[in-house]
């Protein structure tokens, strides 16, 4: 009887395959996709046997690894990048995030400027972002023009901008977008109130109960500075997370940005109601906002994910980056050169953000059966040699710069480097633009 090898799209054959889930590094195998999702992962021997596949790549020198997960952004505020260093964060908003965005903010704006933010981010391997801005139809557009997963905030503020003019409008302009992209594979979405310092009682109890009939998970700056809290016991009575704890926010649906200035009962707390944590360590070093107690949130098996941030208080969109400075800073905070190894910083970058979107069913690690959501990082060069622990190598030596290749569900967004889409809206033109246009009125 004559084997017939089976049919595929695309077999991967690397050195090494991070799996993430179950906590593996295999080598020498392949991963086999077909129709965007991953099919198996075996010996390449057995592969080649067993699989026909319409494109065969041999990376015989590079890690595969899940699609990095972005678990806070504000991706359209890449055209923002540099304009407002070396400010505290109140600073930073009052005199020149928010009074930029009242003059300029459109459509067009978050278009271009999350356009710019998809071709940095996918070229660092990043296949899925969480984002918090305006206009979220436009960021929409643009995470699909580059085939991105993207899963986009309901923006909610109780003062206006050039988006909306109160609470209810942001949260009805935004439902109207989720409703006009719901079939969309590769966009989600999220609740978005900014923060509690400009979100009332009202809003938050209208965004619970969105949540609950929705299943949408809630995505919220919390306890980022201490001014913040010092701000909160003042007007409310108590510190921002006991207010959200007390209106029903808390729960596996809520993730807390930031999560800076954090008591050891406020990590109890976060932990007993199964909340998550986006951890943003360059944005919080940046905004001098502090060290988050990751070692003693993840002690309490608290689920943290890491975020950038966005590209004005960071200034990049680089995970690799994050996982880095997460590890070291557990490490130098916490006094335990074991805190936060190298495989769960790359676990936080992958599956525990996946998990906090309520995506880990369908993205962050490498299991048959999950989207083939893939990143392939090039540890071959002389910068990134010798290598004696591939996943040490991905956290401590190797940068964005050795992603060679990246797919969201099976489709090749970065070949060989090169974007494979690009929209043809004459970005660079576009940039130039919107720079010149926040130089002249900002006069930077």
């Not at 997960?69 to 304009?83: D, E, K």
């Not at 998990?355 to 069913?361: C, E, F, K, N, V």
Request: proline share 5%; hydrophobic share 45%.
């Amino acid at each position: 009887m004559t084997f017939t090898p089976e049919a595929i799209d695309l077999l991967i054959e690397a050195r090494w395959i991070a799996q993430v889930e179950p906590d593996s590094v295999l080598e020498n195998h392949a991963l086999a996709v077909r129709d965007g999702r991953i099919v198996a992962i075996l010996p390449i021997s057995e592969a080649r046997d067993r699989y026909q596949p319409d494109q065969r790549l041999a990376l015989d020198r590079h890690i595969l690894i899940p699609g990095l997960v972005n678990l806070h952004t504000h991706a359209a505020m890449a055209l923002m990048r540099g304009m407002a260093d070396d400010l505290p964060l109140m600073d930073w908003l009052h005199k020149r995030i928010w009074p930029a965005e009242a003059t300029h903010l459109s459509a067009q704006f978050v278009l271009d400027g999350t356009r710019l933010a998809c071709t940095e981010m996918l070229r660092g391997g990043i296949t899925c972002f969480n984002d918090m801005y305006f206009f979220p139809e436009a960021a929409a557009t643009a995470a699909s023009e580059f085939g991105m997963r993207a899963a986009l905030g309901i923006t909610t503020l109780e003062f206006p901008n050039p988006y909306a003019n109160d609470a209810d409008d942001y949260l009805s302009k935004g439902l109207a977008v989720r409703e006009r992209w719901r079939d969309r594979l590769l966009t989600t979405f999220c609740l978005a109130p900014h923060a509690s310092y400009t979100v009332s009682d009202a809003t938050f109890e209208r965004i619970l109960i969105l949540s609950e009939q929705l299943g949408l998970p809630v995505h919220c700056h919390v306890h980022e500075t201490r001014q913040e809290i010092d701000e909160a016991k003042q007007r409310d009575g108590r510190p921002p997370l006991a207010r959200l704890h007390r209106l029903g926010l808390l729960g596996p649906n809520f993730i807390g940005v930031h999560g800076v200035h954090l008591t050891d009962e406020e990590i109890d707390l976060l932990a007993a109601t199964g909340s998550h944590i986006a951890h943003c360590p360059t944005s919080n070093l940046k905004l001098a906002s502090g060290f988050a107690p990751v070692a003693k949130m993840q002690r309490r098996g608290i689920n943290i994910g890491l975020g950038t941030d966005g590209a004005a208080s960071n200034n990049r969109l680089d995970l690799f980056g994050e996982m880095r400075l997460a590890a070291l800073l557990a490490k130098g905070t916490s006094g335990d050169a074991a805190a936060l190894p190298a495989r769960q910083a790359l676990r936080m970058a992958t599956l525990n953000g996946a998990t906090a979107l309520g995506l880990g069913h369908e993205i962050g690690s490498l299991t048959p059966g999950k989207a083939a959501d893939l990143c392939a990082v090039d540890l071959g060069c002389l910068e990134n040699r010798p290598c004696f622990d591939p996943v040490s190598h991905l956290v401590h030596v190797a940068g964005r710069e050795s992603v060679s290749h990246v797919w969201v569900a099976g489709k090749c967004c970065v070949d060989d480097k090169k974007l494979c889409e690009h929209p043809a809206n004459h970005l660079d033109s576009a940039i130039a633009l919107w720079q010149n246009s926040l130089e002249v009125c900002w006069n930077i």
